[in-house]
Nanobody, 119 residues
Framework: QVQLVESGGGLVQAGGSLRLACAASGRTFSTYVMGWFRQAPGKEREFVAAIGLGGGSTYSADSVKERFTISRDNVKNTVYLLMNSLQPDDTAVYYC????????????WGQGTQVTVSS
């Protein structure tokens, strides 16, 4: 089992940057594909980005592809989301999640961290 704790959210002006972090418990972090999702008020949760076991493969939603970068540190058991050129539409609760390779469902979720972008 994996426990995930996000941090790094906050209030930022449009055009600014934030780096989110998600710390994972346990010794098996490197065996999980890690993802970031977000949910804005009144909207469904949506995929943001994912990263493979070793960090060499990354996938991002088209809406963030040129602005957000996902990375991971398997020594620190942490996955990051660097968000640049933030816009008000990026306002949401951001969640990290973990899944086993070869599966589609993320079984483990953090509690979320709020990101608010002011115009």
């Amino acid at each position: 089992q994996v426990q995930l704790v996000e941090s790094g959210g906050g209030l930022v002006q449009a055009g600014g940057s934030l780096r989110l972090a998600c710390a994972a418990s346990g010794r098996t972090f490197s065996t999980y594909v890690m993802g970031w999702f977000r949910q804005a008020p009144g909207k469904e949760r949506e995929f943001v980005a994912a990263i493979g076991l070793g960090g060499g493969s990354t996938y991002s939603a088209d809406s963030v592809k040129e602005r957000f970068t996902i990375s991971r540190d398997n020594v620190k058991n942490t996955v990051y989301l660097l968000m640049n050129s933030l816009q008000p539409d990026d306002t949401a609760v951001y969640y990290c999640a973990a899944r086993r390779p070869g599966t589609n469902e993320y079984h483990y979720w953090g509690q979320g961290t709020q990101v608010t972008v002011s115009s």
